[in-house]
Structures are given as structure tokens and as C-alpha cells.
């Protein structure tokens, strides 16, 4: 399960935040587990296992938001969208990307249908703070078709890893993030490095 461990007095001493049922042995999480804070409130923070974990007191108490998903992969990515609580993105190791707009009651799978998106590990997610219903998913390997982007809540992907001679090598991309004061700025890190668009 997620280890979680919190600092109030800048990293003096740390004390256990993963209490309760967070602990559960459904909450399975990889070596390393998604945990992001809510950019909306300081005081939600998300975590992922096999199920979808969150607190809205600063760690003291969690509460499940969504149970393991169809062939139990384990959630790789979080992200909560910019202005609003409620909008929160979950990528998983087989590929599998979820949408929920309230909250985490209810989810819906964004794959995109056919042809969808690539079935390996998704690295991260980001959510636009500019434009509803766009988000960028990035995804694990050294393939050719690691960026992708919505611009309707995930009933359709783009391959967004540009064309030549400016575009993406054919390697792993680990983070995707929007500038913060320009709609039109994106950056991806790589395995080789930080790109921009």
C-alpha cells in the first residue's frame, strides 16, 4: 500500500498519513505510487493502488474513490484538472485512462475507441487549466506515439508527437505539463531530455 509520511514543520520530523483504509490490501500500489496534491486545495491530496485513494483533510483520514478497475491494473498517473476539484484524470499500467467530473462517483474509461490509445503504461497526465475537456496523456517505451491529446474528455486522441524533422525521438516520456501563462506552451520530459511546443 502506499507509504505515505507528512511534514508540518518543513521536513523536521515526519509522521505516518496513510491510515485507515487506505492501508486496505486493495489499495495494492506500485514501488513507487502516484500521489498528487489537488492544485485547487492544499489540503486534497490523491493516491493510487489497485483502487483510487483520497483525503480531504490533509492526510489525516482517505476515503475510497474508486474500486480496482477491469483485470486489476494498478493506477500509474493523477491528475486534477486546474480550477476545478471535481475533474480528476487516472491513467493505468495497461493503458487504460478514466475521467471522473464529480469527484470520483462516478468514472468513465476515455480510451478514445478504435484505434485508441497505445496498451503500455501511462506515464503521466495533465490537464488543461485553459480549455475544457483537454488533457495530454504521455505513455511509457521507446515508441514512436508517446504524446496524445484530447479536446473533448477523451472521446477521441490526437498523436501529438510532432512531424519530421521536428519531432519526438522514439523514446519513453515521463512527464507532460502546460505553461503556466501560455495557452500554447507544452513540455514533455523525456528519457533524453525537455522538449517544448
Known amino acids: 500500500y502506499p ?21 486496505a490490501g486493495t489499495s495494492q500500489a506500485l514501488f513507487i505510487a502516484p500521489l498528487t496534491m489537488d492544485p485547487n486545495s492544499s489540503s486534497i491530496l490523491w493516491g493510487g493502488g489497485m483502487s ?35 475533474e480528476v484524470w487516472a491513467g493505468y499500467e495497461d493503458g487504460t485512462v478514466s475521467r471522473t467530473t464529480n469527484g470520483g462517483s462516478t468514472w468513465t474509461n476515455v480510451d478514445g475507441g478504435a484505434p485508441g490509445l497505445p496498451n503500455r503504461w501511462v506515464m503521466d497526465i495533465a490537464v488543461s487549466p485553459w480549455f475544457a475537456n483537454e488533457a495530454i496523456v504521455v505513455f511509457a517505451g521507446y515508441e514512436p506515439d508517446n504524446v496524445w491529446i484530447t ?40 528519457d533524453l531530455g525537455v522538449f517544448a511546443s
Open 3 to 23: 507509504d505515505v509520511l507528512k511534514s508540518t514543520d518543513g521536513g523536521e520530523t515526519w509522521n505516518d498519513a496513510a491510515t485507515g483504509s487506505i492501508e
Open 151 to 190: 479536446v473533448n474528455g477523451g472521446t477521441s486522441w490526437s498523436q501529438r508527437t510532432g512531424t519530421a524533422p521536428d519531432d519526438l525521438p522514439a523514446l519513453q516520456v515521463n512527464t507532460a505539463t502546460y505553461h503556466p501563462t501560455n495557452q500554447d506552451w507544452i513540455y514533455v520530459g523525456t
Open 52 to 86: 483510487l485513494w483520497r483525503t480531504t483533510n490533509g492526510a489525516s483520514t482517505w476515503s475510497s474513490r474508486r474500486d480496482p478497475i477491469s483485470g486489476t491494473p494498478r493506477c500509474t498517473a493523477i491528475a486534477v484538472k486546474p480550477g476545478s476539484s471535481a
